[in-house]
């Protein structure tokens, strides 16, 4: 399994969640893990994503989700997990 | 399983405290180049790092979009020049082409940086070496990618001090030759005592001849991240202070330690060390004066300046050794004058001086670095700052550097103008009293004793 960690962080509108959720349907990608909280009408989500069967590759994939943010005023990042599990774990 | 808190803090940490890394740089052995045709080593050594890093830039592109970090600079550092050309170059123009197929070949692959037109002359100078010297100037002149270091002293060796003097006139003729750019060519200039075989930081980065073939050396950076955790434990005692510093380095370099087996592993080439530095730049909030501030600092320059960085420099190494298991290049805290804000404004509230600089650097992990001096400083004093840093590396066993830029036609009070990464700097004063009585004399300085240590 190659995961990768999805970021969405922004105003709260309408849809964030279904938007993103089709487009990696969309692209053959399975969602492992979600979580989200609104502090102050900020929505911040954070989700964990297998990305081994993604149907582009992963640059063209991440442009596509950030693009998908900005129509939506928001900020959406796809970063390779390794980079956390690194950084926070001996 | 990574919760969302430690993937919001390193994402705050990229986006907002200027987190990223600072330089992949391949290391290239060019002995196999050398020939005793100057045309046929020129052809040698453009063919095997345009074969080597055709695909540096592009992979460090590629590792930095897939992480979500910025991978700023890629380069490379390269045996030092002076041994490469010792067959074929007769005069300093013949090391002055050698300089030109390097640029040529930075060009074509795309790194902004290539170093190792250098000489390691700790105790001698071998024609070559001298050769290589002289011809800096125009070398610096002529390229535009070219990083040029020379290293005139070591522990084991002592200071060659007849290799201090003329780097002082060569410092001065480069001033003079790039004068028409604020003596930009000197900003690309280091003289060394103690230079690691394997830094990845320009402008000291060559290839030593200890190396492999070729290796991937990563520099990181962050000192952004550590002044921003420290503004949350303010007040906090000593203890506190130094194990949040290690956690925070510790972090930055796992960073770096993954970056680095990526690009290893990409392109097929050795993972030779992670240097720990915490590496400024002219951004707002990057800045390692800002961190000294942090600690309890008016400014950097005021009193318990040299123990607050000595604190971090060694905190930042204990947290660094524990995230990789190879550590190497400089690995500390890097004080440069023009490429941090924070520390532009102590020198502009007259906080700080090339004396105090000095003592920091006795505890830091470099030199005196992006020092603009008054054009008119003669070249016997820059061989005596040379000669000062040189006696502290010697003697502390560490690596000590001087960059300085003498500004033609300019004066203390001037602002010089270097652009992007390397900032601007304000001149600043050097002593009035003269050196050359010393710095006449020929030799070197003895190595020093190892025992009786006070």
């Known amino acids: 399994m190659k995961k990768a960690i999805i970021t969405v962080v922004g105003k709260d509108v309408v849809g964030i969640i279904a938007k993103t959720s089709a487009y990696l349907a969309k692209n053959n990608i399975n969602i492992l893990d979600i979580s989200q909280t609104v502090v102050q009408e900020y929505f911040n989500m954070m989700m964990i994503v297998d990305i081994s069967s993604c149907r582009k590759n992963f640059e063209a994939f991440s442009s596509g989700l950030s693009d998908l943010g900005s129509e939506m005023g928001l900020k959406i990042r796809c970063q390779k997990s390794e980079i956390f599990e690194k950084m926070h774990r001996v | ?454």
């Open chain 2, 1 to 454: 399983m990574i919760n969302s808190y430690e993937v919001f803090e390193t994402n705050k940490m990229i986006l907002e405290e200027n987190l990223d890394v600072r330089t992949i740089t391949m290391g290239i052995s060019l002995l196999d180049c050398a020939d005793s045709s100057l045309k046929t080593t020129c052809d040698n050594i453009y063919a095997k790092l345009t074969t080597l890093a055709k695909d540096l830039v592009k992979t460090g592109d590629d590792i930095g979009r897939e992480f979500g970090v910025p991978v700023v600079n890629k380069r490379i550092s390269i045996t030092p020049a002076a041994l490469v050309g010792a067959r074929c170059c007769r005069k300093p123009s013949d090391f002055v082409r050698i300089a030109k197929t390097l640029d040529k070949a930075a060009k074509k692959v795309g790194v902004n940086f290539i170093g190792g037109f250098s000489a390691v002359v700790s105790k001698g100078m071998t024609k070559a070496d001298e050769l290589l010297i002289r011809s800096i100037p125009e070398a610096m002149a002529v390229t535009d990618r070219i990083c040029s270091s020379v290293n005139v002293g070591s522990t084991k060796t002592g200071i060659n001090m007849d290799a201090v003097r003329l780097m002082g006139e060569i410092i001065k003729a480069t001033a003079e030759r790039t004068k028409e750019r604020d003596s930009i060519g000197c900003a690309k200039l280091v003289v060394l005592c103690n230079a690691p075989d394997d830094n990845p930081f320009m402008a000291g980065a060559f290839h030593g001849v200890s190396e492999a073939d070729a290796i991937i050396n990563v520099g990181v950076s962050g000192p952004g991240v550590v002044n921003h955790v420290l503004k949350t434990i303010r007040g906090a005692d000593f203890e506190t202070l130094c194990e949040t510093i290690k956690k925070t380095a510790f972090k930055i370099t796992r960073v770096g330690q993954l970056v680095a087996q990526e690009a290893s592993a990409r392109l097929g080439i050795p993972f030779g060390i992670i240097d720990l530095s915490l590496a400024p730049t002219p951004a707002i909030g990057d800045s390692v004066a800002d961190i000294l501030k942090e600690i309890g600092l008016e400014h950097p320059g005021a009193p318990g300046t040299t123990a607050a960085l000595a604190l971090l420099n060694d905190q930042v190494k204990k947290g660094g050794v524990m995230a990789s298991s190879y550590v190497g290049g400089l690995s500390g805290a890097f004080i440069p004058v023009s490429e941090d804000q924070g520390m532009i404004d102590a020198v502009n509230a007259g906080a700080l001086s090339i004396e105090k600089l000095e003592a920091m650097t006795c505890v830091c992990s470099v030199g005196l670095d992006m020092i603009a001096i008054p054009g008119d400083t003669s070249a016997a004093s820059i061989s005596g700052i040379i000669a000062d840093e040189s006696a502290i590396g010697m003697i502390n066993q560490k690596t000590t550097a001087v960059r300085v830029i003498p500004v033609a036609g300019k004066k203390v009070g001037d602002t010089v103008e270097f652009g992007g990464l390397l900032g601007y700097a304000p001149v600043m004063a050097v002593s009035r009293f003269s050196c050359e009585g010393m710095i006449a004399r020929k030799g070197r300085i003895p190595a020093p004793i190892h025992s009786f240590k006070n």
